[in-house]
């Protein structure tokens, strides 16, 4: 009887140590977004003051409006990158969908040795296309323009996006394809009508991870875009820290909530996805 | 007969939008780019013939080796501890206790935003004077570097920068755990196995795949690390964050030396091609597979 109840003290104690180091380590994670948003409320005179407050003397909300507005056109860059991720995420959904339809369901001659060079793009380092990249885009005047940030990363990479897909495919029993074929649908039917409605799931995390990429995508932007008007949010980010407001750190921090915010949002509202998408994900070993 | 030859056509009907991609995109710039690095090509009008005569001035280019380095460095401590960190959160937080999913929600944040936002969040936590970093250390007493202004400190500071961001890792490992099987642990208790055992001898070994695939990613995201360097401290101080990339940046889109560019790029390629290679090489020591068994 003795024994039973100091074990049962073990167990609560236990229990207590793990909810001790949970709650370090999330406050740990969480302190720099609170860091974030105190800086991005404090008023400019009371910046950088020694003591250290966590929490400023007044939390000036208009913070947020001046920062987005006043010094640089915040709004026109928010449009760009709403359109250039817009985009992107349609085409990429699209072609890599299509893509490994073909990969998982059809049988045609090399289709293994075209699915090793796919995943073997994966291991590629970007840097080494853009330099003949940049060369004959700029030859095709396509400098200054979205292209360059779209078309050779919605045709040609997407590795992961196609792998993801074709697993999930692999998922989807072959019994639908042959009795739709039976029905006299055509390939495309199959895909299109049967297939892709069932793989809803699946193209949500390759849109959520095209999102985040696209959103937050700095090397391409910063190499090819140079119109300010065309900047994109991230460009305009470091126009603002590298130009003269580059001191007014505040503002610095309330356009960097309000750019980070909607992958916050994003990833709130479809965390359960991303979690599944990359179990199947992890299919990749072996 | 006719429906097979049939659907191979429909087969590489759909598959032709990443070909033709491939082709453009990559196959072609990827050959492009090492017949460029034979040239001294400096935009706009310079392009002649000039054999490995890049590859030569990079062997003796003092902020090549540099670049390396610091890149080896980084790759080095930000790799494994980013395992080993992952690993031990996805631990914790694949424990069953009430209202664990808000705790993964909270360190899985960090890794859902990057770039350029990140970059300056950090450069004001790692401010020596007014940052959180050296104010948390101060709490304990510890006088705090100076971080990003110091040679010797720049590196680890990005390093614990992108500990910070273990969370993307951190998932795929809870999917790895969430894939060993219940028995595996219920036997080894019968056995009278402790936790302790229990990990090395069942989770570690089981994770060890999961482990693989993100080791190969994080080798090659690691050797190409830019946008904090180029955002927070420019490749400074005393180019001590002169990351490889960052200076092929330079070299191709700040002096617009194309050929010198290309011959860096192709030598990053092949680094990481060497690494990738010795890892699947090893991998066999080291990692389970469960199809071994059958």
Redesign the interface.
């Known amino acids: 009887m003795k024994q039973k109840s100091s074990s049962k003290w073990q167990g609560m104690l236990l229990l207590t140590l793990k909810y001790i180091v949970l709650i370090i380590g999330a406050i740990l994670f969480l302190l720099p977004f609170l860091f974030m948003l105190s800086m991005s409320l404090t008023d400019s005179h009371e910046l950088f003051q020694i003591p250290f407050r966590l929490i400023p003397r007044s939390l000036n909300w208009l913070n947020y409006k001046e920062a987005w507005t006043e010094n640089y056109p915040f709004n026109l860059f928010l449009k760009n990158t709403i359109f250039v991720t817009g985009i992107f995420i349609l085409g990429q959904v699209t072609v890599c969908s299509l893509v490994a339809y073909s990969f998982a369901r059809l049988r045609w001659r090399g289709r293994n040795l075209l699915f090793t060079v796919l995943l073997s793009t994966l291991m590629l380092p970007a840097q080494v296309v853009i330099i003949p990249q940049f060369i004959y885009f700029s030859k095709l005047g396509w400098v200054n323009t979205y292209y360059p940030l779209l078309i050779p990363w919605i045709f040609g990479r997407g590795a992961f996006p196609i792998f993801l897909l074709r697993q999930f495919y692999m998922t989807i029993p072959l019994d639908l394809d042959e009795a739709a074929k039976i029905d006299g649908a055509t390939y495309f039917q199959i895909y299109y009508k049967i297939l892709l409605p069932l793989l809803k799931p699946a193209l949500g995390v390759v849109a959520i991870n095209g999102f985040m990429f696209q959103w937050n995508n700095f090397f391409e932007p910063l190499i090819y875009i140079n119109e300010k008007a065309k900047f994109t949010l991230a460009l305009g980010l470091r126009m603002f820290q590298a130009g003269e407001f580059g001191t007014y750190w505040n503002f610095l921090m309330a356009d960097s909530v309000l750019v980070a915010l909607p992958c916050f949002i994003i990833f709130f509202l479809f965390q359960k996805y991303l979690v599944q998408g990359t179990i199947i994900g992890g299919g990749l070993k072996g | 007969m006719k429906e097979?030859q049939?659907?191979?056509i429909?087969?590489?009907?759909?598959?032709s939008?990443?070909?033709?991609?491939?082709?453009?995109?990559?196959a072609?710039?990827?050959v492009?780019?090492l017949v460029?690095s034979l040239y001294k090509y400096t935009l706009p009008f310079t392009i002649k013939f000039t054999g490995f005569s890049n590859y030569k001035e990079i062997f003796y280019d003092p902020l090549f080796r540099t670049a390396l380095y610091n890149t080896a460095y980084y790759t080095i401590l930000a790799v494994p501890l980013g395992i080993i960190a992952s690993i031990i959160?996805a631990l914790?937080l694949n424990?069953k206790?009430k209202g664990?999913s808000y705790?993964r929600?909270?360190?899985?944040?960090?890794a859902?935003?990057?770039?350029?936002?990140?970059s300056?969040?950090?450069l004001?936590?790692l401010?020596p004077?007014?940052g959180?970093i050296n104010?948390?250390l101060s709490l304990l007493h510890i006088r705090g570097p100076v971080w990003l202004q110091d040679p010797k400190w720049a590196k680890p500071a990005l390093i614990i920068m992108s500990l910070?961001q273990s969370?993307g890792n951190m998932?795929?490992y809870?999917?790895?755990l969430?894939?060993i099987p219940e028995q595996l642990y219920e036997a080894a208790t019968i056995d009278g196995a402790n936790s302790w055992y229990k990990f090395w001898r069942i989770t570690l070994p089981l994770l060890t795949?999961?482990i693989?695939?993100s080791l190969?990613?994080s080798i090659?995201g690691s050797?190409?690390i830019?946008?904090q360097a180029?955002?927070m401290t420019g490749g400074g101080p005393l180019n001590s964050t002169l990351f490889y990339?960052l200076y092929?940046?330079q070299k191709?889109?700040q002096s617009f030396e194309?050929g010198y560019?290309?011959a860096l790029?192709?030598i990053?390629?092949v680094v990481?091609?060497v690494l990738?290679i010795i890892v699947f090489k090893t991998s066999w020591r080291w990692v389970y597979?469960e199809?071994e068994v059958k």
């Open positions: 097979i049939r659907e191979e429909y087969g590489y009907l759909f598959v939008p990443w070909l033709i991609g491939y082709i453009l995109f990559i072609f710039p990827v492009y780019s460029i959160i914790i424990m206790l664990i705790f929600t909270i360190y899985y944040m960090p859902v935003i990057s770039g350029v936002a990140v300056l969040l950090w004001v936590l401010d004077s007014s959180l104010y948390l910070w969370g998932i795929i809870l999917a790895g969430q894939q795949p999961t693989f695939l190969v990613l090659i050797f190409q830019f946008t180029y955002i990339v092929l940046y191709g889109f194309m560019a290309s790029a192709w990053l390629f990481v091609l990738t597979y199809a």
